[in-house]
């Protein structure tokens, strides 16, 4: 069974541009998670959708969105590259709350560099 | 909203020690889970936790959900240079999203 599949892996853009991450998950999961992770340390949440809405957001600016797919997959977009966007973005999925337990299984990761 | 505190940030150990590592958490979670980062990879599932005082190992590590449902810990016996990496603790209380400790970064001299 494939797991959490994220593309590009690595993603090289200038500052001002915009950036498109894609995230397909888990067969059978209906939630998408994105993280954002810096220089190695720890996940900081950025978006949660779960059967095609946005359940939460995390404490980042709009120019940071996101959709979900009816196949359940998932694309970030960063608008307005700045440097300090540069992290390892990373998706999980899980079964959601009507899994009863929610599990995030997390994909490789897309390496954003903006120079 | 729910907060987790991990600690140590990081350890510095000798190849075969033992190591313990800990989150608490500011309410009451009913789900801990532990992960295990690589270097340039996503977290993988370690063990995951579902009843107060659960004790569940996965080989040489051992995991515990704390009585007041707080807390959690991490041990990893005989430390093997594999072991290096980041690990994170993550719990969920109620119909909440998960939430993430902010890591505990592992490294072994051999």
């Known amino acids: 069974e494939a797991g959490v599949t994220q593309s590009p892996t690595h993603l090289i853009k200038t500052r001002g541009q915009q950036a498109t991450l894609r995230c397909s998950p888990i067969?059978?999961?209906?939630?998408v998670y994105w993280y954002q992770q810096a220089l190695g340390l720890g996940l900081q949440f950025l978006l949660w959708?779960?059967?095609?809405?946005?359940?939460n957001r995390g404490n980042f600016p709009p120019r940071f969105s996101g959709r979900q797919f009816p196949n359940y997959s998932s694309e970030l977009n960063v608008n307005a590259l700045e440097l300090e966007d540069s992290a390892l973005y990373l998706c999980?999925?899980?079964?959601?709350?009507?899994?009863?337990?929610?599990?995030?299984?997390f994909g490789a990761g897309t390496r954003l560099s903006v120079l | 909203g729910q907060q987790l505190n991990q600690s140590p940030q990081s350890m510095f150990i000798q190849e075969g020690e033992d190591v313990s590592m800990n989150c608490t958490s500011s309410?009451?979670?009913?789900?801990w889970l532990w992960y295990k980062q690589d270097p340039g990879e996503g977290p993988v599932l370690l063990i995951a936790?579902?009843?107060?005082?659960e004790l569940t190992s996965n080989g040489r590590l051992t995991a515990q959900f704390g009585i007041t449902r707080k807390d959690s810990f991490l041990n990893i016996s005989a430390s093997i240079p594999s072991d290096v990496g980041i690990y994170f603790c993550?719990?969920?209380?109620?119909?909440?999203?998960?939430?993430f400790g902010q890591g505990t970064r592992l490294t072994i001299n051999p």
């Open positions: 067969s059978g999961h209906t939630s």
């Open positions: 309410s009451i979670f009913n789900t």
């Open positions: 936790l579902y009843k107060a005082g």
């Open positions: 993550a719990g969920r209380g109620g119909a909440q999203k998960l939430v």
């Open positions: 999980a999925s899980s079964l959601g709350f009507e899994g009863g337990v929610d599990i995030q299984y």
């Open positions: 959708y779960d059967e095609g809405e946005e359940r």
